[in-house]
């Protein structure tokens, strides 16, 4: 509310809290998330319609999270094992609402961590002792407003730590990015917040 | 015990740095290839290093940024592969040198450091965590300190990180994370 207010969003209180999460999918494999979520499949490569909400509507972004669909379109909540995808790499990626980077160089590694709050692996379905990280940001401090009625996006580039090498994702092997947003959300209500 | 952002904003206000830049998660990371030395030293040398392997490229924040760390992460990582148990079965301890001021001395990363090390709190993953049997590429999961008290790098402040070891690291490439809230530049409203 402090950050809807400082923005005039003077009737954003009126609406429908709610919990919520957009996703979607670069089929394209051009690096750029939720930019061109018109073109793609509902709800199969993302559930928005564009990348920006109608009024009245905003997300507060608590956490963001990194998975693929594999070659056939199936999601799988790993980054890798993709053929060309190994531990030792890491996807880079910025947040920008409307012109502003509000998060900037901003590093998911495919080996896991850091998750900035807690690793909480997940259990395998390979077998009981094994782990796999998440690929996930809880974000801290403070989360970010995507207010309505202006754009936003992801643009993200993966490396190799190990040798600085710049990776070109291969979609029929490796499958394609995608990424959540989850946090509180608003909803359009003409009526009385439930 | 102060939260990230009042601390943050504390330590701004009293060396009269910016406070009004965007919030945000920052995330910094650097690499290096010790080699034998028995020291690795994060956040000094950034030449010829590409975005996969810095995302600084000097060894301060920008003069509106500031951040708290919070968590501290280390990989050890084979060339162009997987990652291995960080310092294999030796020792590893930590310093973290913001200014002058040496603000995490000799700590080691994890307890029951080696290929059984273990992290001190309960919810953050172990440096050798083993995905038995499973054919992943990364068969290691990073170390990943959680620290108990917050440190602030303010803007234009040098920093850097040191990890020292009783073995070596040999031709593995380290990689040291450092996240947080933090501030980074941004004229007009924040979101």
């Known amino acids: ?194 | 015990m102060a939260s990230q952002v009042s601390k943050l904003n504390y330590v701004d206000r009293k060396l009269g740095a910016p406070t009004s830049g965007q919030q945000t998660t920052r995330i910094v990371y650097d690499t290096v290839v010790p080699g034998t030395q028995k020291t690795a030293e994060f956040f000094k040398n950034f030449a010829g290093k590409s975005l996969g392997q810095s995302n600084l490229t000097q060894g301060k924040l920008d003069s509106s940024e500031s951040m708290v760390i919070k968590t501290i992460t280390f990989m050890e990582g084979f060339t162009g592969s997987g990652l291995t148990p960080l310092g294999a079965a030796h020792h590893v301890l930590c310093s973290v040198i913001v200014g002058n001021q040496t603000v995490v001395k000799n700590l080691p990363v994890n307890f029951n450091q080696g290929i059984t090390g273990q992290p001190f709190d309960r919810l953050h993953a172990a440096a050798s965590t083993t995905n038995q049997g499973v054919p992943f590429n990364s068969d290691m999961s990073p170390t990943e300190l959680r620290l108990l008290t917050d440190i602030v790098i303010p803007p234009q402040t040098d920093f850097y990180v040191k990890l020292e070891t009783d073995g070596d690291f040999g031709e593995n490439t380290l990689l040291c994370v450092l996240s947080g809230y933090g501030k980074i530049f941004s004229a007009g409203s924040s979101f």
Not at chain 1, 91 to 108: Q, R
């Open chain 1, 1 to 194: 509310m402090y950050v809807a207010n400082k923005l005039g969003l003077s009737t954003l209180n009126q609406m429908q809290g709610s919990t919520g999460a957009v996703y979607d999918t670069d089929i394209s494999n051009v690096g750029i998330l939720f930019g061109n979520a018109s073109q793609h499949t509902f709800p199969a490569q993302t559930n928005v319609t564009e990348n920006k909400f109608e009024v009245n509507s905003a997300l507060l972004i608590e956490t963001i999270a990194f998975y693929r669909l594999d070659s056939q379109g199936v999601p799988l909540n790993l980054l890798f094992p993709a053929n060309g995808l190994v531990g030792t790499d890491v996807l880079v990626f910025d947040l920008i609402i409307g012109n502003k980077v509000v998060m900037k160089d901003t590093p998911i590694f495919l080996g896991g961590g850091p998750t900035t709050f807690a690793s909480m692996p997940k259990v395998d379905t390979f077998g009981q002792e094994a782990t796999i990280p998440r690929h996930q940001i809880f974000l801290e401090g403070a989360g970010i407003l995507i207010p309505p009625q202006v754009e936003w996006s992801i643009q993200y580039s993966i490396y190799n730590f190990t040798t600085g090498a710049k990776k070109q994702v291969n979609p029929q092997t490796d499958g394609t990015i995608a990424a959540y947003l989850f946090g509180t959300r608003v909803l359009l209500n003409f009526n009385t917040t439930l």
